[in-house]
C-alpha cells in the first residue's frame, strides 16, 4: 500500500487551505488599523532608509568593482616588469 494516493492527498489539500485561511485571519486581526497616527511616519522612515541603504550599497559595489579592476591591471603589469600608463 503506497502513502500517496488521492485520500491521503485530498487530507493535505483540505489541511493546507484550512491552515491558510486561519492563518490569513489570525494576520488580517493583528494588522495595524489606519487610525494609528505614526504608522505613516514609520513606513516613510523606512523607505527612506531602505532608498538610503540600496544607494550606499550600490556606490560601495560600483567602487568595489572600479577599484579591483584597476588593482588586477597594475598587478599584473609589476608582475611582468612592464611600465604601467
Given at each position: ?48 532608509g531602505a532608498a538610503a541603504a540600496a544607494v550606499t550599497g550600490a556606490v560601495v559595489f560600483w567602487r568595489a568593482r ?20
Amino acid at each position: 500500500m503506497s502513502i500517496i494516493n488521492r485520500r491521503n492527498a485530498m487530507v493535505g489539500w483540505a489541511t493546507w487551505t484550512l491552515v491558510k485561511k486561519t492563518a490569513a485571519m489570525k494576520a488580517k486581526r493583528a494588522a495595524p488599523t489606519r487610525s494609528d497616527n505614526g504608522s505613516s511616519k514609520r513606513k516613510k522612515a523606512v523607505k527612506a532608509g531602505a532608498a538610503a541603504a540600496a544607494v550606499t550599497g550600490a556606490v560601495v559595489f560600483w567602487r568595489a568593482r572600479h577599484r579591483d579592476s584597476t588593482d588586477h591591471d597594475s598587478l599584473a603589469a609589476e608582475d611582468l616588469d612592464a611600465p604601467i600608463e
